[in-house]
Structure formats: C-alpha cells, structure tokens
C-alpha cells in the first residue's frame, strides 16, 4: 500500500486526529514533527514554546510506538525537508490539519501546495476547529460551528503500521535551535495527558465557580480552565473539549432533576465556558478570512491613529513591568515568570499600552505573543486590535489599572508576588503607591522613585486625552463607513452593528 506522510504541526496529540486516522487507513505511515527554522526565530516564539512542544512531542512519539508506529523527527525549510523524504521513502500524500497561522506558515503551505503539483504528491488538509476556510459570509456563521461541535471526537487509530527502516531524527532543545533557553518558571507543561487531566480537574473539581473566578487573577489561577496552551499547540481538539462540557452539564442536569444537590453554580459556569469555546474559533475566523490584519488595522479608517506617537521609553517601561501602575507590573512580571495571565488583565494590559501609552498595538502584540505560552495567532490579533479600539465595531473599553487593584487584588496578594518591593505598602495605598506620604514610603520600606518607580504617565491625563482623541476618530464619517464593512466581514452576528457603538 502506498506510503503516507502524517504532518504534526500544531496538533500534537493522538485523539480527534483525522488526518492520522485518513492516512493510517492507507497505508504505512511516515508521522513527522518539522522544526522549522523560520517559525522559530520569528519575533513571536519563544523558549518556552520550544519547551511546551517538546514536551508534547515526546508523549506524541510514546503513543505513536504504542501502535506500531514512529515519529520523525526533522529539521529545516519546508518543502525542502520534504523533498529530501520522499525521495527515500516516496510517499503518496501528506495529511495535516488546516492552519490558521500568520504570514509565514501561510507563505509556507502556499509553498508546500506548489511542490506537491510539481511532484504529483496529494496535499490533503482536513479542518480541526470550528473556523471554516473560504467562508464567503459571516452569516449563519454559529450554526456551522456548532454542527462542527456536535460530530464525535475520533479516537486514536489502534495501528499504524510504520515505514521499514524508517530514523527518528533527533529531538532539538533550544540550544540545538539557536535560541535563548526559556527563563520561566512554573510554566504548564505540554502533552496530551496533561491537556485531559486539566480538562478533567476543570470541568470536575476547579469550574464550579468559574464565572466569578475568571476576573481576577488570583482567583483566576485555578478558577479559569487554563486549557489554552493545550489548544494552541492542539494536544487537545476543541471539540473534545466542547463535547466534554456539554457532557458535564448534562450529567448535572441530571443530578439536579433527580433531586440532588449541585455544589456551586456549575451550570451557569459551563454555559460562560462553552460560550469561549466559540470565541475562540470566532476571533481564529477573523485573520483566516482577513490575513492582513496581523498587520494592520482591522478598519484602515484608523490608520494614522497612532502610528507616528510610539515613545519608545514607555515601551520599555511596559515591557519590563516598570510602570509604576501596580496592577501593570505585576500582571506583566507574572508572564515572564509563567507565560500565563488570566483575560481581563490581558485586556487591561493591550488597553494600557493602546490607551494610557499610546502605543500603535502591532509591537505590544508581538511581545506579548512571545509570552504567552497559549500564544494562538487569530485570537491574539483580533483581540489587540479590539482592545486598542481600532475595529470600529467594538466598545471602547479603557481599563483603570487603579480600579482593577480595588476591584480584583485589593489586599495586594497577587501584586505582592510579583512586585516584592510593594511588600510593606498598606492596602490603601496599594491602587496608587506614589500617594504614599514620605513618611508612610519609608515605613513600607518603599521609596517611590527609587525602589518602586514613579507613574511613568498621569493616569486620569492619558485616560481622558486617549478618550477624546479615539472618540474624535470614531465619529469620522469614513470611520463609521468602514466599520460597517468591518462588521459585514468579521462581525458576530448576536448583536446587531446599529447596537454596537
Ligand atoms: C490582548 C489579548 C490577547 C490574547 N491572546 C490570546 C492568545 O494568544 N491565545 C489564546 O488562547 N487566548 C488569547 N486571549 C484570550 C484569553 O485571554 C485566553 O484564551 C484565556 O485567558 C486563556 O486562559 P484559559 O484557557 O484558562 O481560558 P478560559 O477562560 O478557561 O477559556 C477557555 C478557552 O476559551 C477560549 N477563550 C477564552 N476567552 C477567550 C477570548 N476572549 N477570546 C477568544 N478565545 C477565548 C480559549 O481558547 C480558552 O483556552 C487573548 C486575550 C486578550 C485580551
């Protein structure tokens, strides 16, 4: 039977893989891992992915043994890499998963379909997700997802058989790759039986009280389902997930109808959750149908917004987490250290950087792409740009780094972690440390300007100058023409665009 090439990209896993399962009902398989070099010194990967990967290709290559099958292991430029395969082991096809990537693995699958024209070599790629390709209207939109949803994840096939002969290659770290180590500490770790027992701790022991948790990060740490790096990297498919969910609720539905008592709002929290899983594939829709907008504003009409403003000390400052705005810093320190923040402190950090630093959001995304470890492409851009207000059809949402201090961590419990040198600073002071009276600086053992810094910018000043210069822009008439068309093609259709300003 004519041999097969299995392509693992980022779909790590073995369950509700169909390409594997296509290619493993056709023949001797060839499953491969590429480390592509052009995808690994790009601006957005860092160490820590490296790390993740790794992590997930090792159980990857465990379960592929298990079933008479091998992973190769290769290194180098696609379709180069695969062309010096097939001419030792000529295979018939490549199966993989459809992508929604950025500018370089698109240039790269355009590649990879060129050489397999060249070489009479089938290319098939097969959805993994909710996001459609060549979706011609974003109407109706929810229901495709959903029958997307609906259809039963796919086990593992029980035997691959193998290619004779056929190496492994060589597992790469960082070093071998030509890039810095990661210098995180207690970062998740990959693979697929990590990504079920964080589905099964979510859904069983942690969600119970998930839409309360969810917005803050000390809550948030245990409180949100913390599956996003293993749906990034796809050591677990959405639908598996989804169908989960649904399980869950119906289980408790159950229970509840059988007259048993529920310990916690599990209901309303599986219904907040499962409501994510569809954004997730909405935000991934918007750059598989718009791919420029990695780039550039998702509604041109505000180019020149800020584009020529970028203060490159504030850029630093916000980088480093030394803007002297608590919440900032911490939740910026706390992604070196984990890659990981929960939703509202990512948005309140875009907000800050688009808003209070008037920074153009194309730099903050791709610094911040680098540290998060779930760094997925179509919901990283997407949200940037909704969160810097540049999307027109979106509310203008300008976080107070103070009230988030006061709303989420007002005893200082996650800002102590992550910035020591607030330690001794009393909670009334902790929203705004440089109030603190010189007295009160020198008893909380914090001298402002010198251990802690000094606001890099006056919030109230940049709140309200960001406010009138983005709602001037808004009300330009080619900015409201554009924004229509905005919602034309990328729009959720659950509320209408006249409601929307
Ligand atoms: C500026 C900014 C950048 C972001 N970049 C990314 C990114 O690169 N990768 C990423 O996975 N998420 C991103 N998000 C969305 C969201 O913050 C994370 O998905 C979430 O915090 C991950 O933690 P969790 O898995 O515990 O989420 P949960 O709250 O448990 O949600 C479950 C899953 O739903 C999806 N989801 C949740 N919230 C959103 C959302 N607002 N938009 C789209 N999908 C969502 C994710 O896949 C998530 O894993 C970003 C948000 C903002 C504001």
């Known amino acids: 039977m004519p041999t097969q090439l299995v392509w693992f990209k980022r779909d790590l896993r073995l369950l509700d893989h169909k390409p594997l399962v296509q290619a493993a009902g056709r023949g001797p398989c060839l499953c491969v891992y590429v480390y592509e070099p052009e995808l690994i010194h790009s601006p957005e990967y860092d160490g820590s992915h490296h790390v993740f990967i ?22 180098g430029r696609i379709p180069d890499v695969f062309a010096d395969l097939h001419r030792v082991y000529p295979f018939e096809a490549i199966w993989a998963h459809e992508e929604t990537g ?21 290319f098939h790629e097969l959805p993994q997700n909710g996001v459609i390709r060549r979706l011609k209207n974003r109407d109706g939109w929810s229901g495709k997802w959903q029958q997307r949803m609906r259809g039963q994840p796919l086990p593992a096939p029980e035997r691959i058989a193998c290619v004779p002969d056929v190496k492994r290659g060589r597992s790469l770290d960082e070093r071998d790759v030509g890039i810095e180590p ?10 697929e039986s990590r990504a079920l027992e964080v589905l099964r701790s979510f859904l069983h022991e942690r969600g119970a009280n998930y839409r ?57 929290s599986l219904t907040s959750f499962q409501g ?5 594939c909405h935000f991934m829709q918007k750059l598989e149908d718009e791919p420029r907008i990695e780039f550039e504003n998702m509604n041109r009409a505000y180019d020149g917004l800020r584009e020529n403003d970028f203060n490159e000390a504030y850029f630093d400052a916000w980088c480093s987490g030394q803007t002297g705005y608590p919440m900032v810093d911490a939740c910026m320190r706390c992604l070196h250290q984990t890659g990981w923040i929960n939703f509202r402190m990512r948005a309140m950090l875009a907000s800050f950087a688009a808003y209070h630093l008037w920074l153009h959001w194309r730099r903050p995304a791709v610094f911040l792409a680098r540290h998060f470890l779930d760094f997925e492409p179509g919901i990283h851009f997407s949200q ?8 027109g059809i979106n509310t203008v949402r300008i976080y107070s780094p103070i009230k988030q201090v006061k709303d989420q961590d007002p005893t200082g419990v996650f800002i102590k972690r992550y910035c020591p040198e607030l330690e001794g600073v009393p909670d009334e002071y902790l929203p705004e440390p440089h109030t603190m009276p010189p007295l009160v600086q020198q008893w909380a053992g914090c001298v402002i300007g010198k251990d ?24 330009k008439p080619e900015v409201r023409a554009a924004a229509e068309k905005v919602y034309q093609k990328h729009g959720s259709r659950r509320r209408p665009m006249s409601r929307r300003t």
């Open 384 to 391: 940037f740009q909704m969160q810097s207000g540049v999307t």
């Open 102 to 122: 950025n500018k370089v693995t698109f240039a790269r699958d355009l590649r990879l379909h060129e050489w397999c024209r060249s070489q009479g070599v089938a």
């Open 212 to 268: 309360k948790d969810m917005s803050s990060p000390v809550s948030g740490w245990d409180g949100c389902s913390r599956l996003s790096p293993y749906l990034a990297w796809g050591n677990i498919s959405i639908r598996t997930v989804h169908r989960a969910a649904a399980e869950r609720a119906r289980e408790l539905r159950e229970q509840r109808k059988a007259g048993e008592k529920i310990n916690g709002p599990w209901l309303s």
């Open 452 to 475: 802690y810094p000094s606001p890099i910018v006056d919030h109230k000043t940049a709140y309200q100058a960001a406010r009138d210069r983005v709602y001037a822009f808004k009300r």
């Open 276 to 280: 994510r899983l569809r954004w997730h």
């Open 54 to 75: 790794n992590e997930s290709l090792r159980e990857l290559e465990i379960g592929l043994r298990a079933r008479g099958g091998m992973l190769t292991l290769l290194h």
């Open 182 to 191: 990661s210098t995180k500490l207690g970062v998740q770790q990959g693979g």
